[in-house]
């Protein structure tokens, strides 16, 4: 019952992340297509997506919390086994890619956007990055599920 209870928790958990990760995802293509008809009506759009980070940060405890408490329960049997090796590190991947490189990009379009920089070539840039960044958390995350339901080893 209680380890139910910490899978429900991790899968909502997934859910949350997963899910935010998608929105931000679809609102910055959004957003880039508004970006290219008029500037200032797409400044906006940046603050509606200013809550993911928060439900993101959420969604990760929850797994992570939830991860641990199943962990503990089956002491740590799964941490012997190659699939789940490798799914912590990938999980490691995608916790650093968000902040590493994620935030950093947000950050700094937001100040580009902010100042009105009308800076096209580096604008451009963080695009092309933010589009790179998102598909490697997808197929992370593609690759995480697939690791926990089959459990290769
Ligand atoms: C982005 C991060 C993660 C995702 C997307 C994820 C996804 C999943 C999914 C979909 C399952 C269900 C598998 C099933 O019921 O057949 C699962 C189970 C599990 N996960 Fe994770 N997980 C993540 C991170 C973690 C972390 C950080 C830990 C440990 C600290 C962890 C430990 C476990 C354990 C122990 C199970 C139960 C395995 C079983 O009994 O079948 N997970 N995870």
Known sequence: MIFQSFLLLHLVGLVLFAG??????VSFRQFWKQYALDAITAKPMLQTMIKFPLLMGLGMAAIILSGVGMMAMTHGVFGEQ????????IVLLIILNNIIIGRRLVVSLKKKIADNANDAGEISRIKNNLRLFHYAQLVMFFAIILLSVFKFN
């Open 82 to 89: 190659l699939w789940f090796r490798i799914k912590f590190a």
């Open 20 to 25: 935010t990760t998608t929105a931000d995802f």
